[in-house]
């Protein structure tokens, strides 16, 4: 479990998500996907699916994260295997989404700290993230985070009839990270 230093962020917990915490993670990733573009997906889910996506996450030993803030879910952040090829095991693609009441407070920049220790953890050496190209918070938040972009691919996503551009950011982590 780690909590935040600066006593404005005090009350910001980033720990592992419990089944407890599914139906929140629902709730937010449900709202990404209808008001985003975030999530290139069109259709909500329910809570079996995101049971089910926890599961696998965890058996694969990745974990699954929540940003609390004064016991409320606000947030949460995973990774998972960037190609299903033997050849890319030590690189992963992460997700971090913030419910919309909670954005703009420091809990994506603290539970992507938290996946990179835990990436580092699991024996990767690439953290991958794949970002919608208007969204310059993501794309500001990866580049203060040592993140650099490493490709972009015009159109070749489409929601909310029009193309969306994908754009590639890459950290190679640390063999350790002292904290």
């Known amino acids: 479990m780690t909590q935040a230093s600066?006593?404005?962020?005090?009350?910001?917990?980033i720990r592992d998500a419990t089944d407890a915490d599914l139906a929140t993670v629902r709730?937010?990733?449900?709202?990404?996907?209808?008001?985003?573009?975030?999530?290139?997906?069109e259709r909500v889910v329910d809570l079996a699916d995101r049971i089910a996506w926890?599961?696998?996450?965890?058996?694969?030993?990745?974990p699954v994260l929540v940003a609390e803030v004064e016991g409320v879910v606000a947030g949460y952040a995973s990774f998972g295997d960037f190609r299903a090829f033997e050849g890319y095991r030590h690189t992963?693609?992460?997700?971090?989404?913030?419910?919309?009441?909670?954005?703009?407070?420091g809990l994506a920049e603290?539970?992507?700290?938290?996946?990179?220790?835990?990436?580092?953890?699991?024996g990767?050496?690439?953290?991958?993230g794949g970002i919608e190209?208007?969204?310059?918070?993501?794309?500001?938040?990866?580049?203060?985070?040592?993140?650099?972009?490493?490709?972009?691919?015009?159109e070749v996503g489409r929601k909310f009839d029009?193309?969306?551009?994908?754009?590639?950011?890459?950290?190679?982590?640390?063999?350790?990270i002292t904290v």
């Open 6 to 13: 600066s006593p404005a962020a005090s009350r910001i917990i």
């Open 27 to 41: 709730d937010i990733y449900n709202d990404a996907v209808v008001n985003t573009t975030a999530i290139w997906n």
């Open 54 to 62: 926890a599961e696998a996450r965890r058996k694969l030993g990745y």
């Open 92 to 105: 992963a693609e992460h997700s971090i989404y913030v419910g919309s009441a909670f954005r703009r407070r």
């Open 110 to 122: 603290k539970l992507l700290a938290a996946l990179e220790i835990r990436a580092i953890g699991c």
């Open 124 to 128: 990767k050496h690439v953290l991958v």
């Open 133 to 154: 190209a208007g969204n310059h918070g993501s794309i500001a938040l990866h580049t203060k985070a040592g993140y650099v972009e490493v490709g972009r691919m015009p």
């Open 162 to 176: 029009r193309w969306l551009d994908l754009v590639f950011m890459q950290k190679i982590l640390p063999a350790t």
